[in-house]
């Protein structure tokens, strides 16, 4: 089975706090992608990675900055977390160089700021 | 910009009964994929159903079938013998070729009645 695993469901964090999300993919996929989703905003791409130190910014990226050192694994850095940066956030991946392949999803994790 | 807009928050249908869920987008390009994806109340996503933008005939998938209308750049999703399992989020999304990166609408959140 592949599989997208996110390190946490669920998170509670401080404003002010630097912040980790963890995503790691077993699928020898080239690009990775984190999503922040709203109710009523849908998914919001952050960051987009087609491959290793290779980073392009998405809808969202103001707050955050991603690193991607390996293939299989993508970070979401949260630089100085704030209390509109919560929600749920999904990574995702998909094979490269191969427009109509599906996107694979983590299980989501639900960061909270207090 | 590309945009998806799905207008439905918020659907629900009976048991085995068939249901529609609507999807238009906007975007300059000839070349692109669409896209349904599921998100049971558990939060994993995964991919319903694909569709090529220069494919004329209609995707299907057991149950689920879409009508793509590229003129009018509608993309809707029939559900067919509607189950109970058949309730989640559904998102539509689409990819222009070249750029690997799935833009997603807002969702519509599908309930199955017994």
């Known amino acids: 089975d592949v599989k997208v695993t996110q390190s946490s469901r669920y998170l509670v964090k401080r404003t002010g706090e630097k912040v980790f999300l963890e995503c790691v993919q077993d699928?020898?996929?080239?690009?990775m992608f984190w999503y922040r989703q709203d109710p009523g905003l849908g998914l919001r791409l952050i960051y987009f990675?087609?491959?290793?130190?290779?980073?392009e910014k998405g809808d969202i990226p103001e707050g955050y900055s991603v690193s991607r050192e390996k293939k299989e694994r993508f970070s979401l850095i949260l630089e100085s977390a704030s209390t509109n940066q919560t929600s749920m956030y999904l990574c995702?991946?998909?094979?490269?160089?191969?427009?109509?392949?599906?996107?694979?999803f983590g299980q989501g994790t639900r960061l909270t700021v207090v | 910009a590309q945009t998806v807009t799905q207008s439905q928050p918020e659907m629900s249908v009976q048991e085995a009964e068939t249901v529609t869920l609507s999807c238009t987008y906007d975007?300059?390009?000839?070349?692109?994929?669409l896209f349904w994806y599921k998100q049971p109340p558990s939060r994993q996503m995964i991919l319903v159903i694909r569709?090529?933008?220069?494919?004329?005939q209609n995707a299907t998938e057991n149950r689920f079938s879409v009508n793509f209308q590229k003129a009018a750049k509608s993309f809707s999703l029939k559900i067919s013998d509607s189950q109970l399992g058949d309730t989640a989020m559904y998102f539509c999304?689409?990819?222009?070729?070249?750029?690997?990166?799935?833009?997603f609408g807002t969702g519509t959140r599908l309930k199955v009645l017994a």
């Open positions: 995702a991946s998909s094979l490269g160089l191969q427009e109509n392949t599906e996107a694979f």
């Open positions: 699928m020898d996929h080239e690009n």
């Open positions: 990675s087609y491959d290793v130190k290779m980073k």
């Open positions: 975007t300059s390009e000839s070349n692109y994929y």
């Open positions: 569709q090529e933008a220069y494919k004329q």
């Open positions: 999304a689409f990819m222009t070729s070249g750029t690997y990166k799935y833009i």
